[in-house]
C-alpha cells in the first residue's frame, strides 16, 4: 500500500478559530468578545514575506533580509478576520491611516504576544518555533 494516500489532505488554510486576547474587550453583556483568526495557506505566506524583505548594507554589499517587525504586522493583518483592520473607524478611533498599524496601536504588549502566538500556533509555527528554540538549548 502505497503512503501517498496519506499526503492527499485538505490543506488547512482558511481554518478559523475565537481567541479572546484580553478581558477589555467585552460586548454590552460585559462578555469578552474574541478576535476570530484564520490559517493561510504556504503560498500567502510566502507572499507577505516577500513583501516584507527589505535591502540592507552589509559591509557594503546590498542584502536582502526579512524585516521580522513588518512580516508580524502583515501576518497578524493576513489572519485577524474580526475585527477588521482595514475599516475607516477603527483606524480613525486608533490615529492612523494604516490597518498594519491598528494591532500595535490597540493592543498591549502581553495581548499583542497573545494574538501573534495564536496565530502561529493555527497556522502551525508555534512547534516548529518551540523545537527551534529547544534545539537551540540543547
Request: one cysteine or more; aromatic letters at 6%; charged letters at 30%.
Amino acid at each position: 500500500m502505497s503512503a501517498l494516500k496519506a499526503f492527499l489532505q485538505p490543506s488547512v488554510a482558511g481554518e478559523t478559530k475565537e481567541v479572546i486576547v484580553s478581558q477589555r474587550f467585552k460586548d454590552e453583556k460585559g462578555k469578552p468578545v474574541p478576535f476570530v483568526i484564520k490559517a493561510i495557506s504556504q503560498k500567502e505566506n510566502e507572499k507577505i514575506a516577500k513583501m516584507s524583505r527589505e535591502t540592507v548594507k552589509m559591509n557594503g554589499t546590498p542584502v536582502e533580509k526579512l524585516n521580522h517587525f513588518l512580516y508580524t504586522k502583515r501576518l497578524i493583518h493576513a489572519c485577524v478576520q474580526e475585527p477588521d483592520f482595514g475599516e475607516q473607524e477603527i483606524c480613525k478611533y486608533y490615529g492612523t491611516e494604516d490597518p498594519l498599524e491598528v494591532p500595535s496601536q490597540m493592543l498591549s504588549i502581553g495581548e499583542y504576544n497573545r494574538l501573534s502566538e495564536a496565530i502561529l500556533e493555527l497556522n502551525g509555527m508555534k512547534d516548529l518555533e518551540d523545537k527551534q528554540e529547544e534545539a537551540k538549548n540543547s
